[in-house]
């Protein structure tokens, strides 16, 4: 949870049977209908049908609950197809041009249902970058930052995004069709100690939360941190928790004094 906050993804490599990914081509051919915003999950996706089945196998539904609680909702999903030797790269954007929120997230799945070579053009994310504050496209003018990951998987690959993180799906160059299901989950409780809480603190939690990112600048990734540890203080209800007295010399307000 602590890398999640820190990276802004959670990646499950292959966690999906193969014989539900020869099933997901079939379907994401025919398309997934759409949902109205804010839809159930039970009411989103009906028993047995495959959507719902992704999201009931357990490493999947684990991840999904330690992140956004029990009984969210769909905020919107969609099928995406890159044809072969076709399709732009997206610029660099982030899906959150007017959520700010600093004490709540939504997440989105990712699945792959297919191997993803660097040539099929797989989801390009920026690590650390959920938390600065840009509008949509403000950072399209950027082509590559110092530490992106290019994604690159075996088949049945979910990921889970933090509603804010810099991302854009690349061009494929290759000859084969790939394939990606998204779903946006809305949470419908507070996100406070939702996850295995056996290592709260392990002194690793604070060395994730305390991580760098190459595209950082010296000052400036110091934002990232002071962003980190006032959402790891919503998620954990800790409100005393700091790196290197970030968010404590921030908030220091000592009373009038008297003579």
Known sequence: M???????????????????????????????????????????YAP????????????VAGALHSLVGPGPTVDHHAVHIREPRGGDAQPLHADAVI???????????????????????????????????????DTGRYQNLRGQDRLVCPAGTVVFLHHGIWHGGRRNDSD?????????????????????LADLHDPQVHAELDAHFPWYEQAGGRLERYNRVLLWRELTGDDGFDIDHWVTRVSNRPGARTA
């Not at 025919?30 to 159930?40: K, L």
């Not at 709540?104 to 504050?133: C, N």
């Not at 084969?176 to 295995?196: A, E, G, S």
Request: hydrophobic letters at 40%; zero cysteines; charged letters at 25%.
């Open 99 to 137: 959520d700010v929120r600093p004490d709540a997230f939504d997440v989105q799945l990712m699945y792959y249902p297919q191997r993803v070579t660097l040539e099929m053009g797989g989801t390009l994310s920026v690590p650390g970058s959920h938390l600065r504050r840009t509008n949509e496209t």
């Open 48 to 59: 047995g049908s495959f959507p719902r089945r992704l999201l009931e196998l357990p490493q």
């Open 176 to 196: 084969i069709r790939r394939y990606m299901f998204k779903i946006r989950f809305n949470p419908t409780v507070r996100q406070r100690l939702l996850w295995d």
């Open 2 to 44: 602590a890398r999640f906050v820190a990276s802004g993804s959670l990646r499950l490599d292959a966690v999906v049977p193969a014989a539900m990914n020869a099933e997901a081509l079939r379907v994401l051919e025919d398309g997934v209908p759409p949902v109205p915003y804010g839809t159930p999950v039970p009411q989103a």
